[in-house]
C-alpha cells in the first residue's frame, strides 16, 4: 500500500481522545462484576491489590508509551512487532491479536443487552435480541465510518454519562460511610496467604488488559510522542486510584455477603434505592457501549495497518487498506470488523475464542515488550558509533564541540547505563516481562490449546499468501 492513504487518515484524536481510549478500553463491563469476586477472594486486602498490581502493570504501559514514541504510525503491536521480529511475526501478532479484540466486541455486546434485559426484558429474548445485535452492530459501523472527530465525539459524551453515576456513588458512598469503624476493621485485617493474593492479583490484572487501545491509533493522533504516553501512565493510574476507591466502598458498604444481583447495582441500591439501582443498570449499559466504541475505533485499524504493511496482499489488502475519501476513514476495515462481530455475537461463535482471548493479548505483551527491550539495546551499541561521528565531524570542521548538547543525547535513551535514571528505565521492560511471563503461566491448558490452534492457523494463512511459489500471484 503507499503512503498515499496513510496521508489521508485525519488527527482527530487530541490528549483528551487519547485518554478516553484509555479509559473506555479499560472501564468496560468488568468493573460491574469485579468487587464482589475481589472481596471473596481477598476480603479486607482486596482494595489495596489493586494499587499493588495496578503498579506493576504501570511497568508494561509504560512500555507500550515508549514504544509510541519510536514508532508513530497506525497498527500498535502490529508495527512494534515487524519492526522488532519482521513480516512472519507482525502476521501472528497481527492475527491472534485481532482474533480476541473482535471476540470482546462480540462479547460485549451479549453484555451489554445483559444489562439492559434488566430494564427491557425482550431485547434478551428470541428475534428481539437477534434485532438488537444487528441494530448495535449497524450503529457502530456507522459512528465509526462517517468521521473519526463523529465516532470521539459519541465517545466523549458516553464517558461523561458513564462516569457521572461513578463520581456520584463513591462521593455520596463515603459521605455515609462511618470512617471510624471502616478504619478499625481495616487495621486489624491480616494480610492474606500468597496463594490467595496471587488469585486475586490475576483478577486484577485482568481488569487493566485493554490499556493498549491507544497506542493502535497513533497514526491518528496529533503529537503522539507527547500525547499517548502521557495518557496511558496518567489515565492507568487514575484507573488504579478508581478501582481502589470502588473496592473499599464496596467492602466496607457491602462486605463478604455474595449479592443477589451485579455488585455495583446492589451497592448503588444500598446507597441510593432503587433508583440508584437502576441508574447504576443503565450506567453499566452505557459503560459497556464505550468499551464497543472505543474496541471498534481501535481493531479496525489493525486489517488497515496490516494492509499497509502487505501483510495482508492481493485484492483483499487492497480493499482494507482503502481510505473513505469522504470520511477519511479505513471504512472497509471498519465494515468487515463489525460484520465479523457481529456475526460471531449472533451465533455465539465468540465463546471458544473467549477462551484463548485473554492469553493472546498477554502474548502480545509478552512481545511487545521484547521489541522495546531489543530497540534499547541496539541504541545503546549505536550510542558510541555516533559519538566517535561526532567528534570526528567537529574536528574536520575546526567547530568547537557543544558538549552539553551531546552530553544530553548521550544521557537519554541511547546511554542507557549513564545515570540511574536511565538505568531504570532498563528495568522496567524486564519488570513488565516478568509481570507478563507470570500471568500467562497462570493460563489454563485449554487457553494454551486454543492458542496454539490460532497461531497454527495463522502460520498456514502466512504461508498461503507468502510461499515463495505464491508472492507473486498474491502479491
Request: net charge positive.
Amino acid at each position: 500500500m503507499s503512503s498515499k492513504n496513510k496521508s489521508l487518515l485525519t488527527k482527530g484524536i487530541g490528549g483528551i481522545g487519547a485518554a478516553l481510549l484509555v479509559l473506555n478500553g479499560l472501564i468496560g463491563a468488568g468493573i460491574f462484576a469485579l468487587p464482589a469476586k475481589m472481596a471473596a477472594e481477598l476480603g479486607a486486602f482486596s482494595p489495596y491489590i489493586f494499587l499493588i498490581f495496578g503498579a506493576l502493570m504501570l511497568a508494561i504501559v509504560w512500555c507500550f508509551g515508549q514504544l509510541a514514541t519510536l514508532y508513530q504510525e497506525t497498527g500498535g503491536p502490529v508495527v512494534y512487532a515487524q519492526k522488532g521480529f519482521g513480516d512472519a511475526a507482525a502476521f501472528q501478532t497481527g492475527f491472534i491479536y485481532y482474533l480476541a479484540r473482535a471476540t470482546a466486541i462480540a462479547a460485549n455486546m451479549h453484555v451489554l443487552l445483559l444489562y439492559a434485559g434488566y430494564v427491557w426484558p425482550e431485547l434478551n429474548a428470541g428475534i428481539g435480541k437477534s434485532f438488537a445485535i444487528i441494530a448495535l452492530t449497524a450503529a457502530l459501523i456507522v459512528v465509526n465510518i462517517v468521521g473519526l472527530k463523529a465516532a470521539m465525539r459519541s465517545l466523549d459524551t458516553i464517558s461523561v454519562l458513564k462516569l457521572l453515576p461513578f463520581v456520584a456513588l463513591i462521593g455520596v458512598g463515603y459521605w455515609q460511610l462511618d470512617f471510624s469503624a471502616a478504619f478499625t476493621s481495616t487495621s486489624t485485617s491480616v494480610v492474606p496467604a500468597f496463594d490467595t493474593i496471587s488469585a486475586g492479583a490475576l483478577l486484577t490484572l485482568y481488569a487493566f488488559i485493554g490499556f493498549e487501545t491507544v497506542v493502535v491509533t497513533s497514526g491518528e493522533t496529533s503529537s503522539p510522542k507527547k500525547t499517548i504516553p502521557r495518557a496511558l501512565m496518567l489515565t492507568v493510574s487514575g484507573i488504579a486510584i478508581f478501582y481502589f476507591c470502588v473496592q473499599w466502598l464496596y467492602w466496607h458498604t457491602v462486605g463478604p455477603a455474595k449479592p443477589d444481583s451485579a455488585p455495583l447495582i446492589a451497592l448503588a441500591n444500598m446507597i441510593f434505592g432503587e433508583t440508584g439501582a437502576l441508574i447504576m443498570t443503565l450506567t453499566a449499559v452505557v459503560s459497556v457501549a464505550g468499551n464497543l466504541l472505543a474496541n471498534m475505533i481501535s481493531t479496525s485499524r489493525l486489517t488497515f495497518s496490516m494492509a499497509q504493511q502487505s501483510l495482508i496482499p492481493g485484492k483483499l489488502g487492497q480493499k482494507l487498506g482503502e481510505i473513505h475519501t469522504s470520511f477519511a476513514t479505513p471504512a472497509v476495515s471498519i465494515s468487515i470488523l463489525g460484520i465479523f462481530a457481529g456475526t460471531m455475537a449472533l451465533s455465539g461463535s465468540f465463546v471458544w475464542l473467549a477462551i484463548s482471548s485473554v492469553l493472546a493479548r498477554l502474548v502480545v505483551y509478552a512481545v511487545c515488550v521484547v521489541v522495546l527491550m531489543k530497540a534499547q539495546r541496539a541504541s545503546l551499541q549505536r550510542a558510541p558509533l555516533q559519538e566517535t561521528s561526532l567528534q570526528s565531524a567537529y574536528s574536520q570542521s575546526g567547530m568547537q564541540q557543544d558538549t552539553s548538547k551531546k552530553d544530553a543525547y548521550f544521557n537519554g535513551s541511547a546511554g542507557a547505563f549513564a545515570s540511574p535514571v536511565n538505568l531504570f528505565r532498563r528495568l522496567i521492560p524486564f519488570v513488565a516481562l516478568a509481570v507478563c511471563a507470570w500471568s500467562i503461566a497462570q493460563s489454563s491448558t485449554n487457553a494454551w490449546l486454543f492458542l496454539l490452534g490460532e497461531l497454527v492457523v495463522g502460520a498456514l494463512l502466512y504461508f498461503f499468501y507468502f510461499a515463495p511459489s505464491n508472492k507473486e500471484s498474491k502479491g
